[in-house]
């Protein structure tokens, strides 16, 4: 695994890759103390502090996404590499780096969130997503209609009261309320194209920006009035992954995988990837513009990455 750092006067930007052992996704602590990676081939998750030595890790089969939860929780699905990984997500304390599995009953859960109270997950092979309460670890299933989607991975509204979810077979953005924590109720569907990848709030919540992998481009989506206002395009982006804003919102960081395969699940026909299967470039975009101002080789398939305010 090699990392990457990116600093910037309001942002530590730190990238993953590895064409052995690849992260999914690294999430900071909000003071920058520690971070999380998850090591798929390795088959944990593992904790470093600011010195980026490791402090802390915790087994289980074929991690994947990440999302801190209230204080003191990590909550961990399953990577898309997997073809038949456990049923189940874990909850880790942070601290101590110790938790459980919770089963959450739908194959390969991949995408992950967590907000008051509630964490949410989805699969990657049927149409359903289950919230999961973390007083009592109670789990509800939903069924989500449509066509069969491949749930990528979620995002939280600032106000944690819409989740979004992006699909990699759909190729749809799906939007749902949060009124109901425990019964998450889609709201709108919304096409972008083959390969909808990590989709992301803008810090003020007024848009969403999502990597389209196929199109190699990021769509932006109006939250007033769920239309896509925007596809930002430029030759540097292949094969877009993930994007985090910097804390005040006036730089967008996007990681590029240009990579000849793809994890995810080579059953769909026309969702092959074209990459070339060399060096994956750190994309930096003015968000006013929406205009890439600087492209960063940092190394083979970059995937994860996460912010944290100084």
């Known amino acids: 695994m090699s990392i990457a750092r990116v600093d910037q006067t309001s942002a530590i930007a730190v990238i993953a890759s590895s064409p052995v052992v690849p992260s999914r996704l690294v999430v900071v602590e909000p003071d920058g103390s520690h971070w999380y990676v998850s090591l798929i081939g390795a088959n944990r998750v593992v904790k470093f502090d600011r010195q980026d030595r490791i402090v802390g890790q915790f087994e289980m089969e074929t991690p994947g996404m990440l999302a801190f939860a209230g204080t003191d929780q990590l909550v961990v699905s399953r990577s898309m590499s997997a073809v038949n990984p456990p049923a189940r997500v874990a909850l880790i304390n942070r ?5 459980d599995e919770i089963d959450v009953l ?4 991949h995408p992950v969130a967590a907000a008051e109270g509630y964490a949410y997950t989805g699969s990657l092979g049927v149409n359903q997503i289950a919230s999961i309460s973390l007083t009592d670890e109670k789990v509800q299933i939903v069924d989500v209609a449509g066509p ?21 077979v759909s190729g749809q953005l799906l939007v749902f309320d949060l009124s109901t924590r425990a019964r998450p109720s889609l709201r709108t569907a919304i096409d972008l194209g083959k390969m909808v990848f990590d989709p992301v709030f803008t810090p003020d919540g007024k ?3 999502v990597p389209v992998k196929m199109a190699n481009e990021i769509a932006v989506i ?13 030759a540097a982006f292949k094969q877009p992954h993930q994007v985090v804003f910097a804390p005040d919102g006036r730089t967008a960081f996007v990681t590029n995988n240009n990579k000849m395969d793809h994890m995810a699940d080579p059953a769909h026909a026309g969702h092959e990837m074209a990459g070339m299967d060399g060096v994956g470039a750190l994309v930096v975009v003015d968000v006013a513009s929406r205009r890439v101002t600087k492209s960063l080789p940092l190394g083979k398939n970059l995937t994860g990455m996460g912010t944290a305010g100084r």
Do not use: I, N
């Open 207 to 209: 848009f969403v920006w």
């Open 95 to 99: 601290a101590s780096m110790t938790g």
């Open 148 to 168: 069969a989607h491949s749930f990528v991975q979620f995002a939280l509204s600032p106000d944690r009261r819409t989740l979004v979810g992006s699909t990699e």
């Open 106 to 109: 739908f194959s390969r859960p």
């Open 222 to 234: 109006d939250t007033a009035t769920w239309a896509v206002v925007a596809r930002v395009r430029d």
